[in-house]
């Protein structure tokens, strides 16, 4: 069916009405040998079936087998299907934001999960929902430990993602912070000699990664001496949250602040570093901001 369908006597009225004969009389300006009097050369339609199966063959081409680390902070993850199906049910879902408790409560109990699996993640005792993404939250335990040591410095990591590192730049422009960069070496990770020349007497907190930008784990231990010793903060930012399921969380480090976003979202959806103008109701997307005591 067309979109606005016409028929033949409807053609040849307007036809008439601009004075020309034929439809082929409307490319007259346009040389000959610029027109297509054939149908283009493109594949038939394809069913879903079908499109699954080319772009299945066309990742193939990608190296299979191989494990990529190379997100950037967007990483594949096996999704149960079942999840879907929970997130939608009335005890974990309103069509209402949280703001008003009596009329939200399927998002206030999603909320209070996700806090206490993240406590059960990460081994820490308090777990808050939530900021925009992860680069604002990132820029708001930077805040946080500036304004717990006094210090108005900030060392932060070349490895952090660069998108969190603009927004950091932002927030640090009018907050009279100054910010410090420190390199990587060869494998990705922190330059720590970099690092310990880098940080002064009035660093505040060092922001680092892990894992990385690159996918790299960071020697958070190492780095956390560095800080510690100095007087400075440890500010970990996890993109990769699912990791601690294998990578020893730092907690035994005295982290003081950590945050991190993006869990069981699939790649379509992923907004790691993006700001959203209101948030979302999946509580799995929810980047954090901790302390720990």
Avoid: W
């Amino acid at each position: 069916m067309r979109y606005l369908p016409k028929s033949p006597a409807d053609r040849e009225a307007m036809l008439k009405a601009i004075g020309l004969r034929s439809v082929d009389d409307l490319f007259a300006p346009i040389p000959a040998e610029y027109r297509l009097n054939r149908d283009l050369k493109i594949p038939r339609q394809m069913a879903e079936s079908e499109i699954v199966d080319f772009f299945r063959e066309r990742s193939r081409e990608n190296g299979e087998g191989y494990t990529s680390f190379l997100g950037a902070g967007a990483y594949a993850h096996y999704r149960p299907v079942i999840i879907d199906s929970l997130i939608s049910r009335g005890e974990f879902l309103t069509a209402y934001t949280p703001y008003q408790a009596e009329i939200s409560q399927g998002t206030l109990q999603s909320i209070f999960e996700f806090q206490s699996m993240i406590c059960e993640l990460t081994g820490m005792e308090v777990a808050n929902a939530s900021m925009y993404d992860g680069s604002t939250a990132a820029a708001e335990a930077v805040m946080m430990a500036v304004r717990l040591t006094g210090r108005r410095s900030v060392v932060v990591a070349r490895s952090l993602h660069p998108e969190y590192r603009e927004v950091l730049a932002t927030y640090a422009t009018h907050q009279g912070m100054p910010l410090t960069i420190a390199g990587f070496g060869d494998d990705g990770r922190l330059n720590l000699e970099e690092l310990e020349k880098s940080i002064t007497a009035e660093t505040g907190c060092v922001l680092i990664q892990s894992p990385n930008f690159f996918g790299t784990i960071e020697d958070v231990a190492s780095i956390a001496e560095i800080a510690h010793k100095n007087g400075a903060m440890l500010v970990v930012s996890i993109a990769e949250a699912v990791s601690l399921g294998i990578v020893e969380p730092p907690r035994e480090l005295k982290i003081y602040v950590r945050s991190h976003s993006l869990l069981f979202s699939s790649l379509a959806t992923r907004r790691a570093g993006k700001a959203r103008d209101q948030p979302s109701n999946d509580s799995r997307d929810t980047p954090q901001v901790r302390v720990f005591r």
